[in-house]
């Protein structure tokens, strides 16, 4: 049995396109695997906090050494964190949102992302002393964005700040690059048909990304 963690940031709770195509995703999953375990995680009803000199204070004082405030400072931290352990793989709703992360996501990364949790640092190794702890899951990132082009070669791929940063942190949350899928909705802004076309097509592509990591459907057996 695998464990899936469903993340959603856009800020829209209704009319989202990265909602709908993460949505679609966990449900054709939960058809082939209805016994798969599915961790929900909603960034806009349960907003991250940002972090804060407390945070900071108590994420880098070793455990046995925190106090009560420390532990309450870090407890949504811990929640996130045990949740992204349990997870064999990460279904991420993420629109790019003027050009990047919505700040709800990077909000969550910085809560996950955390020395002795998530990342060791080890000055005894040199030039390169932080070494993540978590391996072994995947990541399918399910986006929208209002304009077009964003993925190499396009014209606009130059002005994407959400894909690569997504990419540079992933090896934190237990994730290889290698492992890291992504489906986009372009031309939102506009409405046409080229919106409608790239909408229909991820809905296609999400179906297809389910089958091959999911296995078929045992849906009626």
Known sequence: MATLLHIDASGRTSR??????????????????????VIRRDLAETPPPLMSEAWIAAAFTPPDRRDAAMRDALAWSDGAIDELA???????GAPMYNYGMPAALK??????????RTFSFDLARGDDPIEPTLSGKRLVVLSSRGEFGF????????RNHLDPHIETVAPYLGVAAAD???????????GDERHAQSRADAEAAVEALVGELAGPSVRGA
């Open 107 to 116: 909000a969550w990364v910085d809560q996950v992302i955390r020395v002795g």
């Open 180 to 190: 890291i899928r992504t489906i986009t909705v372009e031309y939102q802004e506009f």
């Open 16 to 37: 989202s396109v990265s909602r709908d195509l993460s949505r679609r995703f966990v449900e054709a999953w939960a058809s082939r695997r209805p016994d798969d375990r």
């Open 86 to 92: 349990a997870a064999d793989l990460i279904v991420l």
């Open 151 to 158: 993925r190499e070669p396009g014209p606009r791929a130059a």
